[in-house]
């Protein structure tokens, strides 16, 4: 068939329907990974299977609509989120898994899942509807729309709260996979490492395990902290960081500075800078560095935290400039940049 000349306005066109219906990927995406369909062609050792096979795995159904499913895994094929091969005999199509699909495997220790489920929230997508709102009339958009921020939200959801945690765990194992062959010398030197909003531990589970000479204290909100399993090796503190945080050699804050103002970041480093020794503590930040002109793998997914920060949250991506104030301002006037590969790097923050 021969094809079509297509002009510029034509293409736009397309991008726009395109943009608008970004979100139906999204749920397409939330429905694969509930009936969790990649777990299920992995089960099969990995290769391609029928859409029948795949049907035949999800349960909690007597009967799956094939028809429907057949129509999400083709949106999904067509974002290279799964692999389709049509046999020349006209046998069944062949589903299979990509780069992108091992990431929504339920049973591996490195998973996006969870993160895929909290994301797409019915309680938190009400909040997007109200960002022109926003624009207009000023305010923090989640707050708009449910009355509370996400933090007292989540104390009061302990479903919600369940999943928001499981989905920051499942992140952070990631991250440390990249974060501890990287900064195992900057963590040699430590005796007490404080994790400022720990959340239930995961990172420093993962810290102790493979440095035993630290002593980890986890400390979170209250809420946060009763759900966090046992470790002889982590002690688990509930509090406040605006109004202290605890005492040790260094303090650590993977993914929390971003959730605040410039305001509340001061506040919460002020707190920092007294529960560290000041000729030897360190505080180590472990948060996304932005940079306007260079367009890494990860470019994209930073500027739509960003946007996440601010609807969900007070906070913000910084750049290098704005980390610079803030550190000063907070009382770490000295500081070093270690790149990872991930959405974020680490800072090395010290007091003098």
């Not at 349960?59 to 049509?86: D, Q």
């Not at 929230?121 to 958009?141: A, E, M, R, Y």
């Not at 906070?315 to 991930?342: D, H, N």
Request: glycine share 8%; net charge negative.
């Amino acid at each position: 068939m021969e094809a079509i000349e297509v002009d510029e306005s034509v293409r736009g066109q397309a991008e726009i329907l395109e943009h608008i219906s970004a979100f139906i990927t999204s749920m397409a995406l939330k429905c694969v990974v509930e009936l969790r369909v990649a777990d299920i062609i992995q089960s099969h050792g990995g290769g391609s299977i029928t859409l029948s096979q795949i049907a035949s795995g999800i349960t909690g159904s007597p009967c799956p609509n094939i028809s429907y499913l057949e129509r999400i895994m083709r949106l999904l094929v067509h974002k290279s989120i799964f692999t389709a091969h049509h046999p020349s005999d006209n046998g069944e199509t062949l589903y299979g898994l990509t780069h992108s699909s091992r990431w929504i495997l339920w049973d591996t220790k490195q998973s996006l899942a969870s993160f895929v489920l909290t994301r797409t929230n019915p309680l938190t997508l009400p909040t997007w509807h109200s960002l022109s709102q926003c624009v207009k009339d000023g305010g923090l958009p989640f707050e708009k729309v449910n009355g509370c921020q996400h933090w007292d939200f989540a104390a009061t959801n302990p479903e919600f709260n369940q999943l928001f945690n499981d989905a920051m765990s499942s992140t952070t194992e990631i991250l440390m996979g990249v974060f501890l062959p990287a900064y195992k010398d900057g963590l040699s030197s430590i005796g007490t490492l404080v994790d400022a909003g720990g959340g239930i531990g995961t990172t420093l589970s993962e810290i102790v395990k493979s440095h035993p000479h630290i002593k980890g204290v986890n400390f979170d909100l209250p809420h946060v902290i009763a759900t966090a399993p046992n470790n002889e090796r982590v002690t688990h503190i509930g509090g406040d960081m605006f109004e202290a945080v605890p005492s040790g050699d260094a303090i650590l804050m993977k993914r929390i500075l971003h959730d605040w103002s410039d305001e509340m970041c001061v506040k919460i480093l002020k707190n920092c800078r007294k529960a560290i020794p000041e000729s030897t503590g360190k505080l180590i930040i472990v948060d996304a560095v932005f940079e306007e002109e260079n367009n890494n793998i990860f470019k994209e997914s930073q500027i739509i935290i960003d946007l996440v920060m601010m609807t969900l949250f007070s906070g913000k991506e910084r750049t290098e400039v704005e980390w610079k104030k803030l550190l000063k301002e907070g009382g770490f006037p000295r500081y070093k940049i270690i790149k990872i590969p991930a959405i974020e790097w680490i800072i090395e923050a010290y007091p003098m």
